[in-house]
Nanobody, 125 residues
Framework: QLQLVESGGGSVQAGGSLSLSCAAS????????MGWFRQAPGKERGFVAS????????GYSNSVKDRFILSRDNADNTMYLQMDSLNPKDTAVYYC??????????????????WGQGTQVTVSS
């Protein structure tokens, strides 16, 4: 069983930055395409970014493109999300997720099999 634990959430003012981490354990991390999703109160869980098993060519939602950078370190079993130029619309619980082993990265939450517990990001104006 692959286990995922997010960290790095918190509160920041608009225009600020935060860095999220997702630590994986229990399986070979490099076997899994990964993604970040977020869910604001009263809204559905939405796609933020995804990354392939090897870490090349991450994909981003239009709302975060050019502000967020997704990366992974397979030797360290960790995925990172650097978030810059944050605005109040970025306020949500952020979840990291993994597809089943060897599946390709996806922007659909329903394609992901493993989920972390989430970390809160709050951006004030």
């Amino acid at each position: 069983q692959l286990q995922l634990v997010e960290s790095g959430g918190g509160s920041v003012q608009a225009g600020g930055s935060l860095s999220l981490s997702c630590a994986a354990s229990g399986r070979t991390f490099s076997d899994y395409a990964m993604g970040w999703f977020r869910q604001a109160p009263g809204k559905e869980r939405g796609f933020v970014a995804s990354i392939s098993r090897a870490g090349g060519s991450p994909g981003y939602s239009n709302s975060v493109k050019d502000r967020f950078i997704l990366s992974r370190d397979n030797a360290d079993n960790t995925m990172y999300l650097q978030m810059d130029s944050l605005n109040p619309k970025d306020t949500a619980v952020y979840y990291c997720a993994a597809r089943r082993a060897y599946y390709l990265a996806s922007s659909s939450a329903s394609d992901y099999h493993y989920w972390g517990q989430g970390t809160q990001v709050t951006v004030s104006s």
